[in-house]
C-alpha cells in the first residue's frame, strides 16, 4: 500500500499549524518533502509518516527517543552487532 503524500497546504491542515510553519520545517530540515511534477507545474509532496513525526516532535521533543525506538529500533546513527 502506497504511503499518503500531501501538498504542504495540506499538512497544514493535518497538523494544525500555518502554512508558513510547514514551510519553516521544511525549510529546516525538520520536516521532509519531495518535489514531484503534477501536469505542468511542480509540487512539493510530504508524506503523512513523516508529518507524524514533525508534529510530535514540535509538540515534545523529549519524545525524539520514543520516535527512533518504533521506526529504527533503537537510536538514529547507532551500530547494531
Known amino acids: 500500500m ?4 500531501l501538498t504542504r497546504h495540506e499538512a ?3 497538523a494544525g499549524v500555518s ?4 514551510l519553516h520545517w521544511i525549510e529546516e530540515g525538520r520536516l521532509a518533502a519531495q518535489w514531484t511534477r ?5 509540487r512539493q509532496l510530504v508524506r ?3 508529518l507524524e513525526r514533525a508534529v510530535v516532535l514540535h509538540r515534545d521533543p523529549r519524545r525524539l ?6 521506526v529504527w529500533g533503537g537510536k538514529a546513527g547507532s551500530v547494531q552487532g
Do not use: F, H, M, N
Open 12 to 14: 497544514a491542515d493535518r
Open 38 to 42: 503534477v501536469g505542468k507545474s511542480q
Open 48 to 50: 503523512a509518516s513523516e
Open 19 to 22: 502554512y508558513g510553519t510547514i
Open 2 to 5: 502506497p504511503e499518503e503524500l
Open 65 to 70: 527517543g520514543e520516535l527512533e525506538e518504533k
